[in-house]
């Protein structure tokens, strides 16, 4: 199931030397702590491509839009095709379109989520089983992400920057996050995004304040004292699109 | 030099209407007082198509992105043929590709920037001048656009929603004012940007506040009493686009 998207790709290029194609291709964002890890990191699926162009490089998921699917259907389509991921929804990031992005013309456009750990285990056989990823898809931390192929570290860099921008709290609590989580967990997706530690203190009275939270009665007991869970305000638009969201692709998973 | 790409379009959907082609358009906002109005409306320009599909229909400034230039020079290029202006930069606002929005597949990438009056006039050879305006382009309000071809109803829809929660202070200030201006003028601004009006008193408060404004030692006087004369401070980021900045098409005049 890897290739196929791939392949088809690499058979229509010859064909169509003479047009502009459009292409869609996926960043999918997720947490991953490895074992003995002390806090979790940013990662992201990436598909190895198997024909030139960049054959044997690794390269975002994606493929080419059918005449006959919407932006979005096409972006869902490849990218359950080659990681088996089945986001809620995506957002459209941005479109590529350099002359020079590939050997033939492409305009590639791209979109993104958030998903959480569990969700990724749920929809993609458990990636982080030693042994049980596809040979061809691999998780990779962002900031080890090596040369891509075409102009996806370009993609990736400004995903990252989107992410880091103008993403509120909570918009991360809920594409990151369990349905309740720790003011401590909360700030680990924070440090994970950011690349940086963040003061807890300063992290909590700004968490504390963004109207974005709600404490429950509930608390997480372990090997430290007891943490108050928070869950996520419904009230807080988690993704406003505008206009554009008044035909939502299926229904989100709002839990 | 009008109908140099709509032409070129519909003669195209005969000979490809079995692949998806891609076409950019525009959104231009500027601000306009017509003769006898209290305050100024925020108005763009529109192409009427001469040929089918949605013939004699008004839509966004536009054409069909050629296999040799990238996506911002085909909006930068279309627009300068339809309507003879050339913004300094064009941001890309979103890629509309639903499947049913024209005959043919077509992928839109639009593009969008905000221009002062005078720019305006410079550029386009006066379009408040009445009677100079070409024949098929037409400066509309953008509350009375009526119904456009394709679904660029939806996109001006998009664009505005963009421009009313994502532009900040000193984005506007520099997109549609002058080089130096009063409060009430940037208030209007803001007013015709919204739609509605605003308490004087607060916002001028805001806007003293929010850090993106440098009063200077100069003041506008006529027939209401002396006002002083902000500027812009450069030291906030204009139009941050992050990692994708690093290329930009020609000089941005910040002046």
């Not at 229509?12 to 960043?27: F, G, I, M, Q």
Request: proline share 5%.
């Amino acid at each position: 199931m890897t290739r196929t998207a791939i392949g088809t790709a690499d058979t229509r290029d010859a064909e169509h030397s003479d047009v502009t194609r459009v292409a869609v291709s996926t960043v999918i964002f997720t947490l991953r702590r490895e074992p003995g890890d002390d806090c979790p990191s940013l990662v992201m699926p990436l598909v190895r491509r198997t024909r030139d162009p960049h054959m044997g490089l690794w390269a975002l998921p994606g493929g080419w839009l059918d005449i006959s699917e919407g932006l979005e259907d096409a972006a869902s389509r490849t990218l359950a095709e080659t990681t088996g991921l089945t986001p809620s929804y995506l957002e459209q990031l941005y479109a590529f379109g350099a002359v020079d992005r590939s050997p033939s013309r492409v305009v590639s456009i791209v979109y993104w989520a958030l998903l959480r750990a569990d969700e990724v285990d749920a929809q993609a056989g458990g990636y982080a089983a030693a042994g049980t990823e596809p040979e061809n898809v691999r998780w990779v931390t962002v900031d080890r992400l090596g040369h891509l192929a075409f102009d996806h570290n370009e993609i990736v860099d400004y995903a990252l920057w989107r992410l880091r921008n103008k993403v509120g709290y909570s918009r991360i609590a809920h594409g990151l996050l369990a349905d309740t989580f720790t003011l401590a967990e909360l700030r680990e997706v924070y440090e994970a995004i950011l690349g940086r530690r963040l003061d807890p203190a300063n992290f909590r009275r700004q968490a504390e304040n963004s109207g974005s939270l709600i404490p429950t009665d509930d608390f997480r007991t372990g090997s430290h004292r007891p943490a108050r869970l928070y869950r996520y305000n419904q009230d807080v638009e988690l993704a406003d699109r505008g206009p554009l969201d008044i035909r939502p692709r299926h229904e989100s998973s709002t839990s």
